[in-house]
């Protein structure tokens, strides 16, 4: 089971930290992707990292501005995410699976989802 937590109000420009944690699984063998769903849109892909974080890729809404790590000793994926925008606003959920890919297809495990709102 994942577990996102670190979600929160946050002004136009501001950061927040997410943080994705396993319970009773290792992700250290896994990788991991960020999706989040605003409102009335469908559920999009944010970032992703390898199993060794030897890889990364990003939604081209948010190059520059967010990054994925992991820390495989404490068993977390973490996405900072600077210069927020409101358009950030959404749940964002982080998702694993022994493939690595930008789909939420690509993904069998999935957390509950944390909220994130970008006051403008």
């Known amino acids: 089971q994942l577990v996102e937590s670190g979600g929160g109000l946050a002004q136009t420009g501001g950061s927040l930290r997410l943080s994705c944690a396993a319970s009773?699984?290792?992700?250290?063998?896994?990788?991991v992707g960020w999706f989040r769903q605003a409102p009335g849109k469908e559920r999009e892909f944010v970032a992703a990292?390898?199993?060794?974080?030897?890889?990364?890729a990003y939604a081209d809404s948010v190059q520059g501005r967010f990054t994925i790590s992991r820390d495989n000793a404490k068993n977390t994926v973490d996405l900072q995410m600077n210069s927020l925008k409101p358009e950030d606003t959404a749940i964002y959920y982080c998702?694993?699976?022994?493939?690595?890919?930008?789909?939420?297809?690509?993904?069998?495990?999935w957390g509950q989802g944390t909220q994130v709102t970008v006051s403008s």
């Open positions: 990292i390898t199993w060794s974080g030897g890889s990364t």
């Open positions: 009773g699984r290792t992700l250290s063998s896994l990788a």
């Open positions: 998702a694993a699976d022994y493939q690595y890919g930008n789909s939420e297809w690509d993904y069998d495990y």
